[in-house]
């Protein structure tokens, strides 16, 4: 600690004003003393503020907000009642204009070593309200009272919430019922550090297309013929009072989950009472796009379907892709040979199918393969096959089958692409890659390997193949958060091959 106090003479507990400049991609504001970095949670750019310093390093400073000296031009009055604790959304207090500039900025930082201009973030026309899924962890107090709602941020702290403004009104009053009727009906909350209780999250998710809701307590029991009769009876008692209040509720399950640690769901799920599944709808809002995407694609939602978050978002995002896609078909003038690597339950290959001869939809999880199996029956799509496995030994296995492909779609998660996705991507060597991210530092690392390419010994000569990037649109899903995706198109770097000599780089 001394040798910090030399460096830069603060220490932890002091109280210092700051000028905020920018906010970071974590979703703290970020501003100067002394020449070094302080990350200030709920602060906005333009904010002067008071802080009470709480974490030293050697490169950067933590603080909390003890006064806003000077509020900033983009500083708006919180939505939330809770906003303050709850750790569900960081930016509410950030003026939607302000976060779309800031989502943009995030983007073209961490791709500032790539050679290729950001276009304007696609903003989303409902900024609240927007959430068709949400997961409560439940919680009880000494004195018996539940508590259900959101951690604070970076805490095992539950605030208990009555409404969450990014989600549909609908969902508060599931989440109100089943607290009071958890409560009647004297069914206790899971409770980590003993690991007794019954209950440890709520889980409900509405359709946008119809207004339909499924839902599901997360109990702390291994279930099966274990499940004793008064557990049933009593989880019945809640789904009955809980559908004959609310009739959006169409299914009511249970998921046993008897395990240690974090995972929220475990392996068996039971109906309780109504159906186990929901119909979701996307539909785009383009008078230009085919028939089928005008009536809409359809999916069965369970319990532990994957599903994007944001409905109305979703189909822009896959709107997008669609653009990138139809620009490389017009361009070869024939269908596309496409593989949709990471596909979920298919998503993007059934929006962009039209386009395509063929597609592959490489999936490692096996319920998402089965889910995505019945909803390409569901939508009478044909062109679509799905094969099961790690996508870099399933595009392994295409590059040394020698098969070729026009376009290769990849939707990784947070932690984006391996590195063994990315070589044996380039050793299928296709034309184009749309890239769809959701975390732009991974972008940028993974642009940046796809970029330099591969060597290859080809004929006594070294040889390079990679990809230039042309294009990135952000998309904002996840308004009043700090989350950003964005969809990338590359294209190989030669018209009439993969590769290209090592001098000419």
Wanted: proline share 4%; glycine share 8%; with cysteine.
């Amino acid at each position: 600690m001394a040798k910090l106090s030399r460096m830069h003479g603060l220490h932890k507990g002091q109280k210092i004003r700051v000028k905020i400049e920018s906010l970071a991609p974590g979703g703290d504001g970020v501003g100067h003393h002394e020449g070094l970095a302080v990350f200030v949670a709920r602060s906005a750019p333009g904010d002067t503020v008071e802080v009470e310093l709480f974490d030293i390093r050697k490169s950067f400073a933590r603080g909390k907000i003890l006064e806003v000296l000077k509020s900033s031009p983009v500083r708006v009055e919180p939505v939330c009642k809770v906003f303050d604790r709850c750790g569900g959304c960081q930016w509410q207090h950030v003026s939607y204009e302000a976060q779309l500039l800031t989502k943009h900025e995030i983007v073209s930082q961490a791709l500032r070593h790539i050679d290729v201009s950001i276009e304007p973030t696609l903003a989303a026309k409902h900024p609240f309200d927007y959430r068709n899924k949400a997961q409560f962890p439940v919680k009880q107090l000494n004195n018996g009272r539940l508590l259900v709602g959101y951690y604070e941020d970076s805490s095992h702290r539950l605030v208990n919430i009555n409404e969450c403004p990014v989600q549909p009104e609908p969902l508060d009053f599931v989440l109100q019922i089943i607290r009071r009727s958890l409560t009647e009906n004297k069914i206790t909350a899971f409770d980590e550090e003993t690991h007794t209780g019954l209950i440890r999250h709520l889980c409900a998710r509405e359709s946008f297309h119809n207004g339909d809701i499924l839902v599901t307590l997360v109990v702390n029991h291994p279930g099966g013929e274990k499940l004793k009769s008064g557990l049933k009876g009593a989880l019945e008692a809640v789904a009955d009072e809980l559908m004959e209040e609310m009739e959006e509720v169409q299914g009511f399950c249970a998921n046993f989950n008897p395990n240690k640690g974090n995972k929220i769901f475990g392996e068996e799920t039971l109906l309780i009472r109504g159906k186990s599944e929901i119909e979701e709808v996307l539909q785009t809002q383009r008078s230009d796009r085919p028939e089928k995407l005008q009536e809409g694609i359809r999916f069965r939602l369970s319990t532990q379907s994957f599903f994007q978050i944001n409905t109305e978002q979703a189909t822009n995002l896959f709107d997008e892709v669609y653009d990138e896609a139809l620009k490389i078909n017009q361009e070869l003038g024939r269908p596309l040979k496409v593989i949709d690597a990471y596909a979920g339950v298919g998503s993007i290959a059934l929006w962009v199918s039209s386009l395509a001869e063929s597609i592959v939809a490489i999936e490692e999880v096996s319920d998402a393969v089965r889910d995505g199996l019945v909803t390409v029956k569901d939508n009478g799509v044909e062109n679509i096959r799905f094969e099961e496995g790690r996508v870099e030994d399933v595009l392994g296995k295409l590059a040394d089958a020698d098969e070729q492909y026009d376009l290769v779609i990849l939707d990784p998660p947070r932690k984006g692409a391996s590195n063994e996705v990315l070589q044996a991507l380039m050793r299928l060597a296709p034309k184009h890659i749309i890239y769809v991210s959701c975390n732009p530092q991974t972008l940028a690392r993974d642009l940046k390997i796809l970029q330099d390419g591969m060597v290859e010994e080809r004929e006594g000569k070294q040889l390079c193949s990679g990809y230039k990037t042309k294009r990135v649109k952000p998309v904002d899903l996840f308004p009043q958060t700090y989350h950003i995706e964005s969809v990338a198109s590359l294209e190989r770097f030669e018209d009439d091959g993969p590769v290209r000599n090592l001098e000419e780089i």
